[in-house]
Structure formats: C-alpha cells, structure tokens
C-alpha cells in the first residue's frame, strides 16, 4: 500500500517585551511543532505509526490529530533543526513512508519599537525668563501618545500635537526635563536649559547740572566756590553736581583787576 507523507511545520519560540526600543532578537527554537500529514492510510496503518513513532528516539512527542478519510494528522514535537526531521522519519521501519514535501510557516507579532519625538516650544535653550510663572510647552506629533509631562507632573493636551503646563520656577539657572510615552511604553525625553531672573538692577546714578556761559577775556569764573575753565575768549562750559535739597547755583566771575559779579541761578530758570 502506498503511503504519502508531507510536513508543515509550526515554530514555537521564546517572544520579546513589546515595550523595548529596540529590535527583538533572533527566536531561541526550544522545539518545532511539526504537523504530519500522511495519505492514503487506514485505521491499521495509523495505529502502526502511533506506535512506531514512539520508537523514534529524536521526537519529544507524537500525538494523532485527525484521521479523516484515508488521511491522517499527526503533531510531533521535534527539537532541533526541523530540516533533520525527515532522516529521523526514515528509521520508521514500518509501515513505509515516502517523503513528499515540507512547508515551514514561521508567526510573528509586530510591535511599535520607536519612541515618540518631543521638542521644546517655550522656553528655548539659554533663554533668560524675567518671571517665575510660565507656561511650559512642548510639541510631540505621534498620534499615539498615552502620556506627557514636564518637570515630573503631567502636562495636559493643548491642541494638536502641543501639550503645555504652568510652572512655578526657581530663580537663577536651571534644566526643564519633559518626557513622552506612547502606548506601546517607548519613551523619550528633551532637556532645555534656562535662566530665571526676577531681580531688579541696581541703579546708581549721580546728577550734574550742565552751566556754560561768557565773561571778559582773562576772567576767572566760580561755580558753586569751584573753579572752572575759560577759553581765550571768555567762553566757559563746566559739569556740576547737583546735591540733594539744593536749588540754586551761585556764578561769581573775577576780571584781572580784581573786579567781582556774581549770580546765583536758580534751578530750572
């Protein structure tokens, strides 16, 4: 009687976390899951290979499927490399089996390994803030986002793909960190450096009253008891200090004889 045999095979293999970032590794193979299709057989002959199947040292297990017709299915449990299979078949004494094809169908599970993009719209790197209170926001375009945050506290969907959240900073120089996950638990980050500076600068500042003015030629001239320069022609032009509570400038000008005028101006005159 003539017997016809074909193999598909089924691989089972060790499965990766679908929250890395990166590649799954090539599949560790524990063991192959072969499915033994043999035709033309009747009861007799699928009771025979029930039993010779056990004898074959090379299999982990053998176990009928179906008998349908005069068509039979077996599960094996092969370990090794399913391609050594048919020479472990082959020491089958009886009944006969001749070997007719092979089909191997290998099942994978795809799974997003990217993180989400996330970048900083406000503030911008070195940027110096004048106040605490600001609204911190990013811009992740990935539609499928399961969370954001800023600075460690959730930051709420904005609009589109722009999520922002008001912070409380502290003065001086610090580091924004936000954070985006996406549903399948990539995660990735962006980092900003700023500059907060609430405080208000010191000022200092010292009045002068600019007097200029003409006398004879060869005339000395006073300001407030100071003497100030004069040209050859009489002109005079000098920086005085104003200070607090005063409110006139006394002008005393002295010829070469000796001769004295003096004039006090008022502030604002």
Do not use: W
């Amino acid at each position: 009687m003539r017997l016809i045999a074909s193999l598909a095979a089924l691989v089972t293999f060790v499965g990766c976390a679908t929250t890395a970032p990166a590649q799954a590794p090539a599949p560790r193979f524990e063991a192959t899951e072969v499915e033994l299709t043999v035709k033309e057989v009747d009861a007799d002959l699928v009771t025979q290979l029930q039993a010779a199947f056990l004898k074959v040292a090379e299999l982990k297990s053998a176990q009928l499927k179906s008998h349908t017709g005069r068509t039979a299915i077996f599960t094996l449990m092969f370990p090794g490399d399913v391609g050594d299979l048919p020479k472990s078949l082959a020491t089958v004494p009886a009944p006969g089996l001749k070997f007719v094809s092979s089909k191997h169908q290998f099942e994978y599970g795809a799974f997003d390994n990217q993180p989400p993009t996330i970048a900083f719209l406000h503030p911008q790197p070195e940027q110096t803030l004048n106040a605490k209170e600001q609204f911190v926001t990013v811009e992740v375009p990935d539609k499928d986002i399961a969370s954001v945050s800023i600075g460690g506290k959730s930051a709420p969907l904005y609009k589109g793909g722009v999520y922002r959240l008001k912070l409380e900073l502290a003065e001086g120089r610090q580091e924004l960190v936000a954070v985006a996950k996406d549903k399948a638990g990539n995660e990735s980050s962006a980092r900003v450096a700023v500059v907060v500076d609430t405080t208000a600068p010191a000022i200092q500042a010292q009045i002068k009253l600019v007097v200029e003015g003409h006398v004879d030629a060869g005339s000395s001239v006073l300001i407030n008891g100071l003497e100030v320069p004069v040209d050859g022609s009489g002109n005079y032009r000098a920086e005085v200090p104003v200070r607090k509570g005063q409110r006139s400038v006394e002008i005393v000008a002295i010829d070469p004889s000796g001769n004295k005028s003096v004039q006090v101006k008022t502030l604002g005159e």
